[in-house]
């Protein structure tokens, strides 16, 4: 029994990881300070070039620290 609920509960809550990510996934807002995209992460000014060919909502550094958190987080 004990044992049935803690699966059930374990389920819940991967069911809400997957609907974060996929809101994560979905696109994040980009911080716009003057009409200049900035970094969401440390306020830097995104070079307009990676705005262009990526829609970059970081600098090259954060970008890069944010993908290896989300790798770290999928396991
Ligand atoms: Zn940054």
């Known amino acids: 029994m004990v044992d049935l609920l803690d699966r059930a509960s374990g389920v819940e809550e991967r069911q809400r990881e997957l609907a974060l990510n996929r809101q994560q996934s979905k ?6 300070i003057d009409g200049i995209r900035c970094c969401l992460n440390c306020g830097h000014v995104i070079p307009i070039e990676r705005v262009n060919a990526v829609d ?3 600098c090259i550094t954060d970008q890069e620290l944010h993908e290896a958190s989300q790798k770290h987080l999928r396991g």
């Open 27 to 32: 696109k994040e807002k980009p911080l716009i």
């Open 56 to 58: 970059a909502v970081r």
